[in-house]
């Protein structure tokens, strides 16, 4: 099955920057979507920023300007790149990918990676 693992998360302070990496395998990574979602303690999991097989990219309002998604499909890898981080950014930030078919859209997630913002 399709295994997504992710690396880069840690503790910042605000205005500080980290890059989220998410490498995939057990797959062909250039025909799926990819995004990013994050889950604060007590808050359902949304959406941050998405990108297409075709390399279109979508954000949440929250992380627009701040945030920048991109796709590596040569070494099977997405990348988050996060700046002028906020208190609020704090979450665990998970990987996502889909990939639709003639009958039916198969989702896989990451493990998760903690993203701790504060002074």
């Known amino acids: 099955q399709v295994q997504l693992v992710e690396s880069g998360g840690g503790l910042v302070q605000p205005g500080g920057s980290l890059r989220l990496s998410c490498a995939a395998s057990?797959?062909?990574?250039?025909?799926?979507?990819m995004d990013w979602h994050r889950q604060a303690p007590g808050q359902p999991r949304d959406l941050v920023a998405a990108?297409?097989?075709?390399?279109?990219?979508k954000y949440a309002d929250s992380v627009k300007g701040r945030f920048t998604i991109s796709r590596d499909n040569a070494r099977n890898t997405l990348y988050l790149q996060m700046n002028s981080l906020k208190p609020e950014d704090t979450a665990v930030y998970y990987c996502h990918g889909e990939r639709a078919t003639t009958l039916g859209i198969y989702h896989y997630w990451g493990q998760g990676t903690q993203v701790t913002v504060s002074s």
């Open positions: 057990g797959s062909i990574f250039s025909t799926y979507a």
């Open positions: 990108i297409t097989n075709g390399g279109s990219t």
